[in-house]
């Protein structure tokens, strides 16, 4: 296997917060990405995501009460507590388990209000079309993800290389799917953010990586001759995000620091975008179902996907 330079580059998203002004219900009002992202941003923003096939967004978007919320929603799940009486989907991690490994339950926002207010959070959506210019953005599935600190020696948890289209395979070739990964604790360099190799959404899906290898260090994924290795740590702030192409060569390392570290990975889906056969089975069985798989921006009256109408 040829060796590639690999160079890793920081990405910091030091900005303070701006708030946004909820309406009395509590429901974002329209327009509200441009509070996140000014109008002259956006193009170069959309150019940055499709150059790199990654944009981190450098304020936080999500209210930091709607953070405390889902991060106590967070909790209760991991104690095997679902408010709305609604278990996970089957998941890597149960109640139980050792929680020095990575904590990864899927569905969450079935189990939570609080969960299902952040991934459902409208300038999730609104940013998501900015980057893609989607008619419609839908979320069709959900990871908690949490990272415990690593105990002094001993090797903490891990996320391997790997690109997530190679799990993906019940979508038809050409979707259009990608991820927000929305921090809910701070993320900086030393809790292990997620790495992104810059611009490897255009090298093709490589059949290569594992999501669970351990050791990030010598894992190797051969990139296509000429191309450069170039990586992008994920430095987040509470309620930051990050987005990222199907095709992002993309792990994490251990976390290092003294805090566990808390997120939600997101998976999105716009109008182009359709299940093989059209059927509703494993990741895909589920988008029909609005409290599981809410439409974000937009409405699926031009969705491939729908069925009946």
């Known amino acids: 296997m040829v060796e590639h330079e690999r160079t890793r580059s920081v990405v910091r998203t030091d900005s303070l917060v701006r708030p946004i002004p909820l309406e009395p219900d509590g429901v974002v009002p329209q327009g509200v990405l441009a509070m996140v992202l000014s109008?002259?941003?956006?193009?170069?923003?959309?150019?940055?995501?499709?150059?790199?096939?990654?944009?981190?967004?450098?304020?936080?978007?999500?209210?930091?009460?709607?953070?405390?919320?889902?991060?106590a929603g967070m909790d209760a799940l991991t104690r095997g507590e679902y408010e709305t009486g609604i278990p996970p989907e089957p998941s890597f991690?149960?109640?139980?388990?050792?929680?020095?490994?990575?904590?990864?339950?899927?569905?969450?926002?079935?189990?939570?209000?609080?969960?299902?207010?952040?991934?459902?959070?409208?300038?999730?959506?609104?940013?998501?079309?900015?980057?893609?210019?989607?008619?419609?953005?839908?979320?069709?599935?959900?990871q908690l993800l949490?990272?415990?600190?690593?105990?002094?020696?001993?090797v903490g948890a891990q996320v391997g290389w790997h690109q997530d289209r190679q799990y993906w395979g019940q979508w038809e070739e050409g979707s259009e799917l990608f991820t927000a990964w929305v921090a809910v604790s701070d993320v900086p360099e030393e809790a292990g953010p997620v790495?992104?190799?810059?611009?490897?959404?255009?090298?093709?899906?490589?059949?290569?990586?594992?999501?669970?290898?351990?050791d990030l260090q010598n894992q190797r994924i051969a990139a296509p001759?000429?191309?450069?290795?170039?990586?992008?740590?994920?430095?987040?702030?509470?309620?930051?995000?990050?987005?990222?192409?199907?095709?992002?060569?993309?792990?994490?390392?251990?976390?290092?620091?003294?805090?566990?570290?808390?997120?939600?990975?997101?998976?999105?889906?716009?109008?182009?975008?359709?299940p093989v056969n059209n059927a509703?089975?494993?990741?895909?069985?589920?988008?029909?179902?609005?409290?599981?798989?809410?439409?974000?921006?937009g409405d699926r009256s031009a969705d491939r996907a729908r069925i009946g109408g």
């Open 39 to 71: 109008p002259q941003d956006r193009p170069a923003a959309r150019a940055r995501y499709e150059a790199d096939g990654v944009y981190l967004h450098p304020d936080p978007i999500i209210p930091a009460d709607l953070l405390v919320r889902a991060s």
């Open 93 to 142: 991690w149960n109640p139980g388990d050792d929680p020095n490994k990575l904590i990864k339950i899927e569905i969450p926002q079935a189990c939570s209000r609080a969960i299902l207010a952040l991934v459902s959070h409208p300038a999730l959506g609104e940013l998501a079309h900015a980057l893609t210019d989607a008619a419609m953005v839908q979320v069709w599935w959900v």
């Open 146 to 154: 949490i990272k415990a600190p690593a105990q002094t020696n001993r």
């Open 195 to 214: 790495r992104y190799v810059r611009g490897s959404h255009r090298w093709g899906l490589l059949g290569q990586g594992d999501f669970f290898a351990q």
């Open 225 to 274: 001759a000429g191309q450069r290795w170039e990586e992008v740590a994920g430095v987040l702030p509470p309620g930051g995000v990050s987005f990222h192409h199907q095709l992002t060569v993309h792990g994490s390392s251990e976390n290092r620091g003294t805090f566990p570290r808390r997120s939600f990975a997101i998976h999105l889906r716009t109008e182009r975008s359709r």
């Open 280 to 297: 509703r089975e494993g990741l895909a069985a589920l988008i029909d179902d609005p409290q599981r798989c809410p439409v974000i921006y």
